[in-house]
C-alpha cells in the first residue's frame, strides 16, 4: 500500500525559507515522477514543481529561481526547498506520485504553509 507522508511546513515571515519533504511508503518511488502541488481555499490544486524518476525537473513560473525541487532515491523521499517566500506563496502544499504507465496518482494529506508578516 502505497502512502505519502509530508511535513516541513509553518509560518515564516516574507523572504524566509522553509523545506518540505515527503516520505512515501510502499513500492514504486524509484519509478515514478513526484511532484509538489498548491491550493488555497476556493482556487484549483496548482503545480508547483515536479521531477522524473531520472531528475528532469519542471516549474511553475511564479517559483522559478526561488523553489527546488529534488528527490533522494535512498530515502524514498521528495523535498522542496522554498526561499524568498512571499505571501502569495501561502497554501496547502501536497506530495503527489504519478504513476504513467496506469495514469493514477497518489497524494499526501497536504502541509500548511504559510508567509505572513
Known amino acids: 500500500q502505497v502512502q505519502l507522508v509530508e511535513s516541513g511546513g509553518g509560518s515564516v515571515q516574507p523572504g524566509g525559507s522553509l523545506r518540505l519533504s515527503c516520505v512515501v511508503s510502499?513500492?514504486?518511488?524509484?519509478?515514478?515522477?513526484m511532484g509538489w502541488y498548491r491550493q488555497v481555499p476556493g482556487n484549483q490544486r496548482e503545480s508547483v514543481a515536479t521531477?522524473?524518476?531520472?531528475?528532469?525537473?519542471n516549474y511553475a513560473d511564479s517559483v522559478k529561481g526561488r523553489f527546488t525541487i529534488s528527490r533522494d532515491s535512498a530515502k524514498n523521499t521528495v523535498y522542496l526547498q522554498m526561499n524568498s517566500l512571499k505571501p502569495e506563496d501561502t497554501a496547502v502544499y501536497y506530495c503527489?506520485?504519478?504513476?504513467?504507465?496506469?495514469?493514477?496518482?497518489?497524494w499526501g494529506q497536504g502541509t500548511q504553509v504559510t508567509v505572513s508578516s
Open positions: 503527489n506520485m504519478h504513476l504513467a504507465w496506469a495514469d493514477k496518482d497518489y
Open positions: 510502499g513500492r514504486g518511488f524509484m519509478y515514478n515522477a
Open positions: 521531477i522524473t524518476r531520472g531528475g528532469i525537473t
